[in-house]
């Protein structure tokens, strides 16, 4: 049995524009999705009681239902209700609605870890409750559990080959077209995995590095 990688690699700028669209998406989900979860994780901890349970609620739904369903749904069901979305957009939905249940409930663990002593002395301050939460609560909670957020990103950014499935033109469908070009899936599949391992890895890095100095400090 013979390899042929070359032809695989012959195919470098389909490979390329697959992996920007899988950096894309994921930058945008990342952004979409930490927002989400920083609002998210403010009404569990310390907003009103409806408003945590109603976010408790999607919270439930989202990490209990897998991510293709949850893609579909977006992409295939909403037309029904008369909201239809290009397969791009419907995949950084999907993803931000993903990410940012997940990334609620890790946030939420960080606010809840912050020492009731560091809020005091904010308050004896004359903070307001939202100069604490942005300022005195969310910078360490960030910092408490940042890894386990950058993992949780990670795992979105390699949960979007699941997007190939709606035509969304990311690393996986790139693959996909070109093993059905020349037949030579074994390869494609190696290359397609080195990829996403290349990603994961430069993404995990520039997360760790990020971190420190843009979002709680050293």
Known sequence: MSFDFL??????????????WT?????????????LAVAGAWARSQGPRPLGWLVGAYVELIRNTPFI?????IFFGLPELGIRLSPGVASVCAMTINLGAYATEILRAGIEATPRGQIEAAQSLALSRTQIFLHVVLPPALKTVWPALVSQIVIVMLGSAVCSQISTEELSYATNLIQSRNFRAFEAYIVGTLGYLGLAILLRHLLNWAGPRFLFGR
Not at 7 to 20: D, E, M, N
Not at 23 to 35: E, M, P, Q, R, V
Not at 69 to 73: A, E, M, R, T
């Open 69 to 73: 369903v949850q893609l579909f749904f």
């Open 23 to 35: 950096i894309g998406l994921t930058a945008l989900a990342t952004l979409f999705g930490a927002t």
């Open 7 to 20: 032809s695989i690699l012959a195919q470098w700028p389909l490979l390329l524009r697959g992996a920007a």
